[in-house]
């Protein structure tokens, strides 16, 4: 069956894109400064920019056009592993189903309880829940587990979106996530190579098959699933070659259901215990290198200007402040990816229980407090899924750069929950002064808008919680 990865196309076009013209250049930037989506010529060419003043212009860019899509505010939330078996053999994971060296553990809902509780009084309000492939992983558990999160309250407290990250499904399975209320079903193809592919995911897994996997969000899509996540984990291959494939990917989803993805993650290969792929860099001949996990970010960026673009705890402190400038909108932080790892006073280190390492193991707190020295407004925005600002009506207003005008508004109104419920003293100061400081400039931009958020700033004062627009 042909599908929509056409590896000598993709092949030839980075070929003819060598060394591009500038001034082709500056064109393409133009298209992405209206918030176009690029073509995959386009982005080929993006891909081969060397120059060093050229890089400084798109990255440059790159944040512009984010910060025009969905204002100057990153986004918040938490991975929360639930089980660690898997049935799958992938050679750079830790889980993999031949690694001694990792405990099996599944959370029992009681023990995810627990997990949750203290990720509500950290301030989350966002979780991403992660399996590994089992058959004790199906959809009935999986809504179980959904149901447990939005069930668990704590104080004024609760988790608003819950997010999957877990195995492609059959559609009545993704339909049974649908009904339960998911926010976004995440699958990252890994690599778009299928030599590679086939290389790195053994013959006879699950997993080893390209198609199922390169589909499975379509099947979330026929599900009612409007938000779909994809990804592709860089390192596996060649970084241009992978993003050429997520471009071919957004673009089939708007060409097949009207909705690009809702995100682009861009996990990076971290070691992992007893896994040599992963561990020692010798091994990969595709590493990335930071300075060419820039150009992913901000090319990404720059290509499909409407995506949430998600950079994960897997990189360390370092790279993601140099990188969240070039158009990241969502992180997560005070992360702990052992199974059952935030409930461990030991700093919820558990090596022998994680996927990989992480590479930033701050508090929430302390990653706020940067967020907003680096000028942004730390959001726990859920509003958008629970308004039905999701799939065709996301993009409606995505495209045009509209989404601003819900996000920043929502952006200061849940970072106000936290400033009150949760922040440290020194961040809450932090805090009220950035909220000062974009009220001052929405004030200038839209005085309507201003006042509107003003008058519910002083309802979440009184007490009043999950306060939107
Ligand atoms: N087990 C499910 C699957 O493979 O579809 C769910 C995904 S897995 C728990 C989450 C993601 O972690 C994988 O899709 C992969 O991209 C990423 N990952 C695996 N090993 C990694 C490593 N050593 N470093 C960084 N990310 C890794
Ligand atoms: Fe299992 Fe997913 Fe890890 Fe592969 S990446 S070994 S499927 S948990």
């Not at 060394?19 to 081969?48: M, N, Y």
């Not at 592993?81 to 830790?94: A, H, L, W």
């Not at 070659?241 to 089939?252: D, R």
Request: charged share 30%; glycine share 8%.
């Amino acid at each position: 069956m042909q599908d929509f990865i056409d590896e000598e196309r993709i092949t030839s076009l980075l070929q003819e894109a060598t060394e591009p013209d500038p001034q082709k250049i500056r064109d393409i930037l133009a298209k992405s400064r209206s918030k176009e989506r690029l073509e995959p010529e386009e982005t080929a060419a993006l891909l081969q920019v060397e120059e060093a003043d050229l890089l400084a212009e798109m990255y440059q860019l790159a944040g512009e056009v984010k910060n025009s899509v969905y204002g100057k505010r990153i986004v918040f939330f938490a991975p929360l592993y639930v089980g660690n078996r898997c049935i799958n053999n992938c050679i750079y994971c830790g889980f993999r189903r031949t690694n001694e060296a990792v405990q099996r553990k599944t959370l029992s809902l009681g023990e995810l309880e627990t997990e949750v509780r203290t990720l509500i009084n950290q301030g989350q309000k966002r979780l991403i829940l992660v399996f590994g492939e089992h058959p004790a992983y199906d959809a009935d558990f999986i809504c179980q587990c959904i149901e447990k999160v939005y069930s668990t309250k704590d104080g004024r407290g609760e988790i608003r979106r819950v997010n999957i990250n877990a195995a492609p499904m059959e559609v009545a399975e993704y339909r049974q996530l649908h009904e339960t209320g998911i926010g976004t079903f995440q699958i990252f193809q890994e690599t778009y190579d299928r030599k590679t592919y086939a290389a790195v995911h053994p013959a006879g897994d699950k997993k080893s098959d390209f198609q199922w996997r390169l589909y499975g969000l379509d099947r979330a899509m026929e599900a009612g699933i409007d938000d779909v996540g994809i990804g592709a984990l860089f390192g596996l291959y060649d970084w241009k070659f992978e993003v050429m494939g997520l471009l071919y990917h957004a673009i089939h989803l708007e060409e097949r259901y009207g909705v690009g993805p809702h995100t682009i993650s861009v996990p990076r290969i971290e070691p992992a215990i007893n896994t040599p792929f992963a561990s020692v860099r010798e091994n990969r001949k595709y590493h990335v290198s930071d300075e060419e996990f820039k150009r992913v970010v901000a090319v990404i960026r720059l290509s499909v200007p409407y995506t949430g673009l998600i950079l994960t705890a897997r990189e360390p402190a370092t790279v993601r402040r140099e990188l969240i400038p070039l158009g990241v909108t969502q992180i997560d932080a005070g992360s702990r990816i052992g199974i059952g790892g935030y409930q461990k006073s030991a700093g919820g280190y558990l090596p022998e229980k994680e996927q990989f390492q992480l590479g930033d193991v701050r508090s929430l707190d302390e990653v706020i407090a940067e967020i907003c020295e680096l000028g942004y407004i730390p959001s726990f925005c859920t509003a958008g899924y629970r308004c039905g600002r999701t799939g065709e009506d996301f993009m409606a207003l995505a495209r045009p750069g509209l989404v601003r005008k819900f996000c920043m508004p929502n952006a200061i109104l849940t970072f106000k929950e936290y400033l009150l419920d949760y922040a440290a003293e020194k961040t809450r100061a932090a805090g009220e002064e950035a909220i000062k400081k974009t009220l001052a400039e929405m004030g200038k931009d839209d005085p309507l808008r201003k006042k509107m958020v003003d008058e519910k700033l002083r309802e979440i004062e009184g007490g009043k919680r999950d306060v939107y627009v």
